[in-house]
């Protein structure tokens, strides 16, 4: 019985550590008024297929890890946008930035 509640307990720890290690989605962006390039790239490789959302905007990146989004209209004055990335495999991350308005 000690056995196999051991053996549980490593597999629980083994499965936690993959996961969280997995889960190291690298997020970079660049703002251009409204117009965000973002790259998402796992264990330094490019993530094709990863959704990214930001408010009510979508975008999938492509085979470089690539995505953009245009911003909604402008708003009155700068904010944080929170960007929410889903890789194929399911780990996700999100990430705020601040947004500048446009002058």
Known sequence: MKKAIAAAGLLL???AFSSAHAANLDVSYIALDRNISLRVSQNGEPVKGAVVTAG????VTSHTGRASLLLSAPP???HWVKFVI???DGNSTSIRRFVSRDD
């Open 13 to 15: 720890v083994s499965t």
């Open 56 to 59: 009510d905007q979508r975008a």
């Open 76 to 78: 009155q004055r700068a």
């Open 86 to 88: 889903t890789a194929p």
